[in-house]
């Protein structure tokens, strides 16, 4: 079972940076995909970033140039640095880890984090 916990939330004023982190408890080559979701109130969790095992990246568009999704397989960790924050992107991010097995049909299993809180605001 993967555990993820994540960490590095907290307050920043419009314009500045947070870097979040996600720790698994354990090691991630497995994981065929890994991604930050944020959640407001009212608002359905949104995808942010995600990268693959290969290490090919995706991004929102609301956030294209601004933030960055890395991985550290050898620290089984994954990572999000934020840039150029607006208050928009206050949410709850959500560290997510997907694994998929093929059998006689394709199984997903989905990990995710407790969240941290981001808030924007000046």
């Known amino acids: 079972q993967v555990q993820l916990v994540e960490s590095g939330g907290g307050l920043v004023q419009p314009g500045g940076s947070l870097r979040l982190s996600c720790a698994a408890s354990g090691s991630i080559d497995s994981i065929n995909s890994m991604g930050w979701y944020r959640q407001t109130p009212g608002k359905q969790r949104e995808l942010v970033a995600s990268i693959s095992s290969g290490g090919s990246t995706n991004y929102a568009n609301s956030v294209k140039d601004r933030f960055t999704i890395s991985r550290d397989n050898a620290k089984n960790a994954l990572y999000l640095q934020m840039n150029s924050l607006k208050p928009e992107d206050t949410a709850v991010y959500f560290c997510?880890?997907?694994?998929?097995?093929?059998?006689?049909?394709?199984?997903?299993?989905?990990?995710w984090g407790q969240g941290t809180q981001v808030t924007v605001s000046s």
């Open positions: 997510h880890a997907r694994r998929v097995r093929s059998y006689s049909v394709l199984v997903y299993y989905d990990y």
